[in-house]
């Protein structure tokens, strides 16, 4: 244990040594590890403890002594107080090296099999990193000041909520039509929850578009199923914002951090909107999950193509397959492709999806990829390759057990946290080798990264 104890609010000079998981610079005074947000590497800078304990602390900027090449002023005039970025001050090239470098200190963590050998290749990123994002889910509060309600993104590490009316990484149309929903919230006075209180109506907003359709999803989240005056909403929607097809309220009346319930209601228009990548069409539906960047989507998914390298007549198993997008871009060439969702109604979009296309060799089910790979596989169905698309948490014990009991002799590894894929590899490299790591950039100005893993069985 080291013997120095800072105190909170007490002042330091120190180098930044590298960057960490969350995007923030990581120094040290006496040995004693310190964590500071929009910092670089090889910056010399003075800051203020916020948090002090015996193993670390946490401490903010609040002079900059001598600052790295590679810092930019930061375009967003939020970001010094958003959560949601956390990497605009980095020139966008090193960005790039960052997610790199985060993918190799995960493996040096945990070592999985043969890791020094990996070959990682370059982060592949934008041409325009900016404006990419095609969901908006923006809190709601009233500001009691300003008599009048806002939305926006949480402060970092905090409840706090930072109106925003000028997202640069949201596609401009999805902030529009934030802007003006709220306009029409305040217009007719519409209650906002109140969390402490556990009263009010109005929550989140979630806006959504197909970037290739110009549809466009507006989703109301309410503490009850009660919203007052929503038909006189819903017409003025309807005139302010004709790209507006779908109008949908979801219940969440849980104190959660979830965003979403589960009842949603149909208000008016479609109940989902439409996405293309490449000559496939999805609907998405209000909870449905669909990668957040559109562009990079596309990316992200041949490259997974690639890495699973399909041949004609084989069968895939396509695992957190949501509306079915891997899948279903490999359905023509498949014997059979199968996949599950927690979450019904993405199901449901994957199966109409599928119908839609005139597939007849898919199969999707609802359930937990932990339950029904397992059962799959215990049954004698024995599928050439399996695409694992898991969210941030990683695989569950029970599917990484089928993986290694009965293993196909193509995996592929879509990941969207760099930590428990690394810990997931310790597991699968007993049964698998690694082919090799390709990261992608589906989320510019922020410390997260996509990385597809290509194993073939040993």
Not at 417 to 445: C, E, G, H, W
Request: hydrophobic share 40%.
């Amino acid at each position: 244990m080291n013997a120095i104890q800072l105190k909170k609010d007490q002042t330091l000079q120190i180098k930044i040594k590298r960057l960490g998981i969350n995007g923030e610079g990581i120094g040290y005074y006496k040995r004693l590890i310190i964590f500071v947000p929009r910092v670089l590497p090889g910056e010399e800078v003075q800051v203020k403890v916020t948090n002090a304990t015996p193993k670390y602390a946490e401490a903010q900027l609040t002079k900059l002594i001598k600052a790295s090449p590679d810092r930019i002023k930061p375009p967003c005039h939020f970001y010094d107080r958003c959560g949601g970025c956390q990497l605009q001050h980095l020139t966008y090239k090193k960005q790039l090296d960052f997610k790199k470098d985060l993918l190799k200190q995960a493996l040096e963590k945990f070592k999985p099999k043969d890791y020094q050998k990996y070959i990682l290749k370059d982060t592949i990123g934008m041409d325009d990193p900016w404006h990419y994002r095609n969901k908006a889910q923006f809190q709601l509060q009233y500001n009691a000041v300003q008599k009048k309600a806002e939305a926006g993104l949480y402060e970092m590490n905090s409840h706090r909520l930072v109106a925003i009316d000028d997202c640069l990484v949201q596609e401009k149309t999805t902030q529009k039509v934030l802007n003006t929903v709220v306009q029409l919230i305040n217009k007719y006075a519409i209650p906002i929850y109140n969390e402490r209180k556990n009263s009010g109506i109005l929550r989140t907003l979630m806006v959504r578009i197909g970037i290739e359709t110009g549809e466009v999803q507006l989703v109301f989240v309410t503490s009850t199923p009660k919203l007052p005056l929503k038909n006189a909403l819903i017409r003025e929607i309807n005139e302010k914002l004709p790209e507006v097809v779908s109008i949908m309220q979801n219940v969440q009346k849980q104190k959660t951090s979830l965003v979403m319930g589960d009842t949603t209601i149909h208000l008016w228009g479609k109940e989902a909107i439409s996405e293309k990548i490449q000559d496939l069409t999805f609907d998405l539906s209000a909870r449905a999950f669909f990668q957040l960047n559109p562009k990079q989507t596309r990316v992200l998914y041949e490259e997974a193509r690639k890495a699973l390298d399909l041949a004609p007549n084989e069968t895939l198993v396509d695992a957190y397959c949501g509306v079915g997008t891997i899948g279903l871009s490999l359905a023509h060439q498949a014997k059979e492709v199968r996949g599950m969702d927690i979450i019904p109604q993405a199901i449901e979009d994957a199966k109409n999806n599928a119908k839609n296309k005139g597939f007849h060799n898919t199969k999707y089910e609802v359930g937990t990829a932990e339950e029904l790979i397992p059962k799959w596989l215990k049954a004698g169905f024995k599928p050439d390759a399996i695409v694992v698309d898991p969210p941030r948490t990683g695989l569950g014990e029970p599917l990484l057990r089928a993986l290694s009991q009965y293993p196909a002799k193509k995996l592929v590894y879509v990941s969207c946290n760099v930590s428990t894929l690394a810990r997931d590899l310790t597991a699968l490299t007993k049964i698998y080798k690694v082919d090799y790591l390709q990261s992608v950039d589906m989320f510019p100005q922020t410390a997260r990264c996509e990385v597809v893993v290509k194993l073939s069985k040993i």
